[in-house]
């Protein structure tokens, strides 16, 4: 075997251009094959991370009302029959083997009761938390301090407020200490909090558009005790499980769904939890660029089958420049065996070496593709080996004809041509 490689490096190098025009299609073929991968994977992580989050692994679970999610602007507008999360449902979603932490909050959206001395906010939307929301969110506290259990078991008005209202409405000073007058009650605040895991705004939607409009009006946050001196006390909750990891996230999500609407009433048939499934939209999503994927691979394809078609033909070349020595070879006790076995390797060591090359083109051009379009790129290693492998059942493929006729040569007829 050892040998075998030895005269099959030998070869290539002695016909060292013929070689490598030789190996240019496997080189073509897996360089855009591995391009490809790389630029699908990359844009599926980036679809993975935009629409996800990157590492937050959090699930909403909204109440939603005919297909569409509830909003409460009245108390006229609770629903019956839809009860405040209560402790032991709480305990049994944190049981969940897929699920790390949980939060529950209240929400009233586009709020135009909001002062600071004359100055009124422009429609935030409010959040009654309680004190493990920032926490679950992954939110983190930019100055102040967060909401400690006292604020709420001693029912203080205390309000933190997030950084787009911090940078619009106290752009030359600490907003800490200050006094916000929500629905005539005077609230301090106490904090301003910032989202650590903002990826940037990505909108494709109406509902995304809905969205990314919320949080441009900014957020408050009191704490859930205090929610029933503004608002009403019964208001039903959102809920947010933080999983575990992200494969968790659709189990984390279903299973608390299921947990929270068994606390509905029967008789409750317009209201329910719905989890929000990211993990299904990116998966549908994923699945789409993989059919593109999959496309535009067999066309790159056709490169290894003319790469494939070109090693057969410098086989069959070489086998007819080395008749004479397969010749000599046989005539001096080489089996059929040793010959096929050496311009075997040799087919599979030039498609071999056509596939590293073609490996380490392909994530050049990936980068490439990357610095000029901007395109996200993420480098497959199996990808890459499984390119590798299938270069070497190439050589396999289309050297064995080639290397069958230089085993079954007749030794007296090798001989006489020179």
Known sequence: MLENLRLSFQSIWAHKMRSFLTMLGIIIGIAAIIAIVSTIQGT??????????AGTNTVDIYLMQNGYQLSIYSSSGIPYGVPQVTDEAREEILALDSVENVTCYTERESVDTVYYQD???NYPTIRGIDVSYFDTVGYSIRTGRGFVE????????????????????????????????????????????????????????????????????????????????????DEPQNVIVKAVSTDDMEKAGSDTEDILNSLISSA?????????????????????????????????????????????????VSVTERTSEIGLKKAIGARKGAILGQFLTEAVVLTSIGGLLGVGAGIGMAYIINKISGTAVAI??????????????????????PSMKAANLDPIEALRRE
């Open 44 to 53: 599926n992580e980036e679809i993975k991370n935009q629409l996800i989050g």
């Open 119 to 121: 100055t009124e906010f």
């Open 150 to 233: 006292s604020d709420y078991t001693n029912f203080r008005t205390v309000v933190i407020i997030d950084s787009t209202l911090a940078d619009k409405y106290f752009p030359n000073e600490d907003p800490v200490g200050n006094t916000l007058e929500i629905s005539g009650v005077p609230f301090t605040i106490v904090g301003v909090v910032t989202n650590t895991s903002d990826t940037g705004t990505s909108i494709s939607t109406i509902s995304e558009y809905y969205s990314y409009l919320y949080d441009s009006y900014g957020y408050l946050y009191i704490p859930s005790a205090c929610w029933p001196i503004l608002y009403c006390f």
């Open 268 to 316: 409750q048939t317009d209201v329910k939890y719905d989890a929000q499934n990211l993990v299904e939209q990116a998966r549908q999503l994923a699945s789409l660029s993989s059919s593109t994927q999959t496309l535009m691979i067999w066309v790159a394809s056709i490169s290894l089958l003319v790469g494939g078609i070109g090693v057969m033909n410098i086989m069959m």
């Open 380 to 401: 497959s290693v199996p990808a890459s080996a499984i390119a590798v492998l299938f270069s070497m059942v190439i050589g396999i493929i289309f050297g064995l004809m």
